[in-house]
């Protein structure tokens, strides 16, 4: 299994990249899906998630500017993130959760530096 992310960078204030994680060697549809970041010194938060039915949920910070997204077709989830601030500078993860299964597994994080 494998989760690859990109779109990740160094940015401007307030930028609106979007980040991509491919996954492979699973059924996305089958999964909630997630993107979660870790700036350093800190520990990893959940940013975005959504279920295998559609349902998203935001962490405060970034509820209204960053969205998250699926393509099952293309085994891909997208996290759109707008009006980026130097606080939101982190290595985002991306992360399957198939919890009936006991399913859990990670990206290898793509660093996102905004600068003000």
């Known amino acids: 299994v494998q989760l690859q992310a990109s779109g990740g960078g160094l940015v401007q204030a307030p930028a609106s990249p979007r980040l991509s994680c491919v996954a492979s060697?699973?059924?996305?549809?089958?999964?909630?899906m997630g993107w979660y970041r870790q700036a350093p010194g800190k520990q990893r938060e959940s940013v975005a998630r959504?279920?295998?039915?559609?349902?998203?949920n935001y962490e405060d910070s970034v509820k209204g500017r960053f969205t998250i997204s699926r393509d099952n077709a293309k085994n891909t989830v997208y996290l759109q993130m707008n009006s980026l601030k130097p606080e939101d500078t982190a290595v985002y993860y991306c992360?399957?959760?198939?919890?009936?299964?006991?399913?859990?597994?990670w990206g290898q994080g793509t660093q996102v530096t905004v600068s003000s």
């Open positions: 992360n399957a959760l198939q919890s009936s299964w006991g399913r859990d597994y």
């Open positions: 060697g699973i059924i996305l549809s089958f999964y909630d």
């Open positions: 959504i279920s295998k039915d559609g349902i998203r």
